[in-house]
């Protein structure tokens, strides 16, 4: 048993730790896709925005997904 938790523990130890998506740089892009770049960049700075917000308000792994969208959506109608 001991054997089972020392090569679990060895193992998470050289797991990856998770990574969030890069900001996409809308300068680092050809020019025919700058447009679709930028759009796409201020929909990750919505989608941080909204999770920040939840973050500070501690909302459970359980409704985060409701909250971000409900979040999301009432920052398209504010639009």
Same mark, same amino acid.
């Given at each position: 048993m001991k054997q089972i938790i020392i090569i679990a523990a060895i193992a998470l130890s050289f797991a /990856?730790?998770?990574r969030t998506q890069p900001l996409v740089d809308p300068n680092k892009v $050809?020019?025919?896709y700058r447009e679709? /770049?930028?759009k796409r960049?201020?929909?990750q700075l919505r989608?941080?925005?909204c $999770?920040?917000?939840a973050d500070l308000e501690k909302v459970l792994p359980r409704?985060?997904?409701a909250y971000l969208n409900?979040?999301?959506?009432m920052m398209a109608a504010k639009q």
């Open positions: /990856a730790p998770a $050809a020019p025919e679709a /770049a930028e960049r201020a929909e989608q941080r925005e $999770a920040i917000k409704d985060r997904t409900h979040c999301l959506d």
